[in-house]
């Protein structure tokens, strides 16, 4: 799978704001025309530490838009 727009990790160690990583992670998915499942699938092979962990826990099981990911965030 070609992705045109390319985009790096999350890990608390080097992000201060995982608000604004993931609001370039949805203009990458976009650009990459990725569906809300597809980017799903994807997010969580892009998240390190306390990240990954919090991901994993949460067992996400639709993307409806990145406010409710980033409310999700900000509720940990």
Known sequence: ETNLVPFR????KTDKDPNDWLIHFEKAAKANNWSSEKALEIVGGFL???AADWYEDTNFQSWKDPE???EDNDNQ
């Not at 990790?9 to 608390?12: A, G, K, L, V």
């Open 9 to 12: 990790r999350f890990s608390e």
């Open 68 to 70: 409710e990911f980033e």
């Open 48 to 50: 390190e530490g306390m």
